[in-house]
Every structure is written in C-alpha cells, then in structure tokens.
C-alpha cells in the first residue's frame, strides 16, 4: 500500500509542479492522489479476498466431491449388511436350513465399514477463517455437514465397532465355526437356539440400519452442498 500511495503521489507532485499549480491546488492534488491509491488499495485486496473465497470453495468442491464417492460406495455396504442379517434370520425361521447359504451369510458377518472423510479443504478454511465464505447460509451448510452430519456418522460408527470388536466377533470365534463352506446339520441346530448369538445379530443390525440412515441423510446433504457451492461459483461474483 505504502508504494502504491508513494508512486501515486511521485505522479501527482511531478504533474502539479510541470503545469506550475498553486500552492492550494498542489495540496488539492495530493489528496486526491492519496484518496486514489487508497482506492486501488482497497479494491486489490478485495479482489485477492475473493480469489481466496473462490480457491476454498474449489478446495472443498473437489473434497466433497471424493466423500461422495466414499459415502455412494460405504452405502452399498452397510445395505448389504442389513440385508445379511435379514436374510440369516430368514434362514433361521425355516423348517428346514439351507447349511452351505447360512454358513456364507454368518462368515459374512466379519467386517465392517467407515467413512474415510476428506477434510482437509475445511481445515483450511477454518484456518483461513470462516468469514472467508461471504455467503452466510452457505458458509452455514459447510460447517453443519463438517461437524455435525460427519460426527454423526463417526459416533454412529463408533458404537458398531465397539459392539463388533467387543462383543460380535469374539462371540463368533469362540462358538461358531467360521471359514467353512457349510455347516454340519448338528452346527445349523446349535445356530438355531442360540439365543444371546441372535440377540447380538439383532443388536448388528440395528447398529448397521442406524449408520446406514446416518450416512444417506449425510449424502443428501452433501449433494445439496455441492449444488450450493456450484451455485455460488458460478453467479458471476468471481
């Protein structure tokens, strides 16, 4: 700013003393002159304000863009899971027990899935500042998707790997014959009465249906968010 203001003044002095101005009008051009460089100042900040805002939204455009992928496919494996559950209960009701499916429905009961969000792009910005993004609802719905509907489903997350770490996976290890393509007719019986292994597997479920919930209303949001920043880009303020 400082040499903006020192050149712009060089200007006003060469041009005031060439044409042999007045004391007054000489002082009256150095005004001006001081008032011009701080114009230009200011409009140069603001635009470098705006390549930033423009850059952050990018930034988080392109990470969104990434979780919807991961959120799309994390999706597919949760709806399994649910339906695998479904489907051993299913099995469990029948008369009679198809031994080979219901042994690849239980070794289907391993593993679990997680988000894997890209957050670096509103790290950023809350770096750079949250004002950065003029626009208050949008600004509103970046930082709502970020730390409320993530931490949702990481909460969400978090229970289902504690009832599966804790409680599920032991439970298969040490009671139920896990790797094998079929079950034996006594091994379907023992699967059939065990209560407290049904009582978890509907404990699975209701963990997997809740996080699944998390993650589609999550996804809804994010696609209305990246509709938004679209939006904003491209409404002719940069």
């Not at 712009?8 to 009008?25: G, Y």
């Not at 799309?72 to 339906?83: A, F, P, Q, S």
């Not at 065990?194 to 009582?199: A, I, N, S």
Request: aromatic share 10%; charged share 30%; with cysteine.
């Amino acid at each position: 700013m400082k040499n903006k203001i020192a050149k712009t003044l060089d200007w006003v002095r060469a041009f005031s003393f060439k044409k042999i101005l007045p004391v007054s009008e000489k002082i009256g051009y150095t005004t001006l002159g001081i008032l011009l460089a701080l114009w230009v100042n200011n409009c140069d900040e603001g635009r470098k304000k705006q390549e930033i805002e423009q850059k952050t939204l990018l930034e988080i455009h392109a990470g969104l863009e990434q979780d919807r992928r991961d959120l799309e496919e994390t999706i597919g494996g949760y709806e399994y899971r649910v339906w695998n559950v479904e489907t051993i209960f299913d099995f469990l009701s029948r008369d009679s027990l198809p031994q080979d499916s219901l042994a690849m429905r239980v070794n289907d009961l391993i593993g679990y899935s997680f988000l894997l969000a890209n957050t670096a792009a509103y790290e950023t910005l809350k770096s750079r500042g949250l004002e950065t993004v003029k626009n208050d609802s949008l600004r509103l719905a970046i930082t709502k998707l970020y730390d409320v509907d993530y931490e949702a489903i990481l909460t969400s997350e978090k229970h289902l790997n504690e009832t599966y770490t804790h409680l599920l996976l032991p439970y298969l290890v040490s009671n139920i014959k896990l790797g094998v393509n079929r079950f034996t007719a006594e091994e379907v019986q023992k699967i059939k009465t065990d209560r407290p292994f049904q009582q978890m597997l509907w404990q699975i479920k209701f963990f997997n249906q809740a996080t699944l919930e998390r993650y589609q209303s999550t996804l809804k949001s994010l696609e209305k968010l990246l509709r938004d920043i679209n939006g904003e880009l491209n409404n002719g303020r940069f």
